[in-house]
Antibody
Framework: EVQLLVSGGGSVQPGGSLRLSCAASVNNYAMAWVRQAPGKGLEWVSAISAGGGTTYYADSVKGRFIMSRDKSKNTVYLGMNSLRVEDTAVYYC?????????????????WGQGTLVTVSS | QSVLTQPPSMSAAPGQKVTISCSGSSSNTGNNYVSWYQHVPGTAPKLLIYDNNKRASGIPDRFSGSKSGTSATLGITGLQTGDEADYYCGTWDSSLSAGVFGGGTKLTVL
């Protein structure tokens, strides 16, 4: 199982920004971000193909979050802008099973430990 | 409200069997592979089943998956207290072009 090291969480005011990082040797695989708000279930947030050329977003974050990857650093990022109170959650980084994410690729076989993002005034 | 529908909670005695359902539509479970995850609060989720019925590496054969039409099922036999967790189904939604999860099922082994 691949080790995924997640960092970048913290507290921010509504309207603020944060960037999460997920470091792992996963350059040949699609990656995703999944979050869990307090007392709620898992919510898929975003995904990126192995090459970084294709990204997908949940409607709830589209236009505000940007997922990217830097292969030279073996790191995947989630840039979060215009943060809202409802974005408060533990954010998990997850590895896909293939280089592509759609269809059978939307399956997560390794997960990071999660980082807490709190959006509050 | 989740795209995929799961029962919020289930319970069974140790040694018994439980089946957890996951209902969707033709744009998700009906035409894409389903995965199942075990999540103990405070820890990272774990992949149990992928491609509807294939067990992930290291997962005992007490766990099984199946799919028929737009519904998928996770079966757990020989329940153990260590199986107490939240269980989620997940898949790709071709209409949304997004991943989706069920609302989760809290399993209690009592």
């Amino acid at each position: 199982e691949v080790q995924l090291l997640v960092s970048g969480g913290g507290s921010v005011q509504p309207g603020g920004s944060l960037r999460l990082s997920c470091a792992a040797s996963v350059n040949n695989y699609a990656m995703a971000w999944v979050r869990q708000a307090p007392g709620k279930g898992l919510e898929w947030v975003s995904a990126i193909s192995a090459g970084g050329g294709t990204t997908y977003y949940a409607d709830s974050v589209k236009g505000r979050f940007i997922m990217s990857r830097d292969k030279s650093k073996n790191t995947v990022y989630l840039g979060m802008n215009s943060l809202r109170v409802e974005d408060t959650a533990v954010y998990y980084c997850a590895k896909g099973r293939y280089a592509y994410y759609y269809g059978s690729g939307a399956c997560h076989d390794s997960w990071g430990q999660g980082t807490l993002v709190t959006v509050s005034s | 409200q989740s795209v995929l529908t799961q029962p919020p909670s289930m319970s069974a005695a140790p040694g018994q069997k439980v089946t957890i359902s996951c209902s969707g539509s033709s744009s998700n479970t009906g035409n894409n592979y389903v995965s199942w995850y075990q999540h103990v609060p405070g820890t990272a989720p774990k992949l149990l089943i992928y491609d509807n019925n294939k067990r992930a590496s290291g997962i005992p054969d007490r766990f099984s998956g199946s799919k028929s039409g737009t519904s998928a099922t996770l079966g757990i036999t020989g329940l153990q207290t260590g199986d107490e967790a939240d269980y989620y189904c997940g898949t790709w939604d071709s209409s949304l072009s997004a991943g989706v999860f069920g609302g989760g099922t809290k399993l209690t082994v009592l």
